[in-house]
């Protein structure tokens, strides 16, 4: 961890410097995590891909502004998730016609057996979720922040997020039929 | 059972497309950017006075004064061009942006300069004209009386659609798509809608207010702008570069920088052409016929056959600049930077040509057209 702490650090500097090298050895790193996670919050493939691109490019643009001691993956986690957010608000506002994949059809792409009915159940679970609770599930258990990390990235009490990861699990635990950790 | 490799296990759909597409864009935008100054290099500027002082010495010789004589008529334009931009050869009102700021040339040929502006459009029936300060939107009628002002930052590509009574007009600031009433009030970030590409959203004729704009993932969204319902939104194209709607509203053409892609009423597209090179698009008023600039030619398509030949219009020495269709769909003005010339076109063999464009507008560099307006 410390390792990719001191590469994220040189890439951010090399990055600065106008290394097209360090910005690709950072997309490459980072875009994965923040794809998946837009995409487990909004359920949708185009949106996420949108969502992770312009925080990418938020990133480019800060660049220069960017306290170099601090990481780069909360900055960039703090955009995704919040436009995640924003983005599933203002769908369920509008009405809206998508030709995209959602979850559950990806959860169809899984090989038959017992991972293949999980997926489908965490797929299930994670839909009747509100955004909010999908985000912060998101921010605990993909990106693995502590309670504590989560409420100042979405600016939220530690109670809040607390109870939020509470209901959500409890959603989760029903739809899966198992015990989570 | 662990939840963290069940979320890092499900199938995401399209991940590695997304990736690639998403990449190319990052790599764009960093191109774009300066980098954080390091030290000074001293090297350029010698480097930059060798070259002048080189260019310099090859033009006094015999051989070198040859080649600026070619090229002196290279750039010489239409031999029977008028001096100054008389009259219109068609009805309508011209917005003409310059450096200096805005013009409008009435049929009579009379103009005037509306201010310190930039980026000017018209209103859909000529009323006003929308423009752009670095961070305001300003309305003015077109004796250059401000009608509204709205600060935002980094305004650009202000657009304004509707009927004569009810309009809207769409603008970026930074990336982020804006829309505010044609009366200056109730400005909003358009329903929250991902970032857009630097390419001027797109209204479409009449009422209802339906936007067309880019993303910077390069998707089409086409939107009911007060319902805030999403239409359609396409596949992504990448380097979108101009949208344009036909008179009708039922074509949509996407111009990028290898491919023309017609859009009917869905988000699938009608037909997608690869096209390398268009820089700039016009539906004929009234049809779906494409004029379209590809380097010197102008080149006309119909927008319903994409895949037909297309048909030279015209073409000249070095590169054309932008098109519009006179109101009538009668005439084609065709900018020519490099003779520093208007070409109004009505054939190949009727063409009325004006020279000294630049200096008409103010001096500075060759201005640029913000639209061929509707007769009063």
Known sequence: ?181 | MRLRDLLRELPIPEQDEARLRSFAVVRAAFAERKPTPQRRHYLKPALALAVIAAVVAAAASPPGRAVLGSLRKTVAGEKRAAPELFALPSGGRLLVNSPDGPWIVQTNGSRRRLGGYREAAWSPHGLYVVAARPDEVVAVSPKGDVHWTLPRPRVRFARWGGSRVDTRIAYLSGSRLHMVAGDGTGDVDLCGEPAAAPVAPAWRPGLPHVLAFATTAGRIYVLDADRCSLTWRSAPFAHPRTLRWSSDGRRLLLVTRDKLVAFGARARPLDVRFFRGVTDAAFRPRSHELALVRGGEVLALDADRLRAPPRRLFRVTGRIGQIAWSPNGRWLLVTWPAADQFLFVRSPRRIRAVSGITRQFGGGAFPSIGGWCCPP
Not at chain 1, 38 to 46: E, K, M, Q
Not at chain 1, 120 to 147: D, F, M
């Open chain 1, 1 to 181: 961890m410390a390792g990719a702490s001191r590469h994220e650090r040189a890439w951010v500097r090399g990055a600065r410097a106008g290394s097209a090298a360090d910005v690709e050895a950072l997309f490459r790193h980072h875009w994965p995590l923040a794809y998946r996670a837009a995409y487990l919050v909004v359920h949708d493939a185009a949106a996420a891909e949108d969502i992770a691109q312009e925080a990418f490019l938020a990133a480019i643009r800060a660049l220069d502004r960017f306290d170099r001691r601090r990481p780069f993956g909360p900055w960039l986690h703090r955009i995704v998730v919040n436009r995640a957010i924003d983005w599933a608000r203002a769908r369920r506002l509008r009405a809206e016609i998508s030709d995209d994949g959602t979850i559950e059809r990806a959860a169809a792409h899984t090989r038959p057996g017992a991972a293949d009915s999980d997926a489908r159940a965490l797929a299930a679970g994670l839909s009747a979720l509100s955004p909010e609770h999908r985000a912060v599930i998101v921010l605990r258990h993909l990106l693995e922040y502590t309670p504590g990390e989560i409420a100042e990235l979405l600016e939220l009490p530690r109670g809040t997020v607390n109870s939020r990861l509470r209901r959500g699990l409890d959603a989760l635990r029903e739809a899966i039929g198992e015990e989570l950790q």
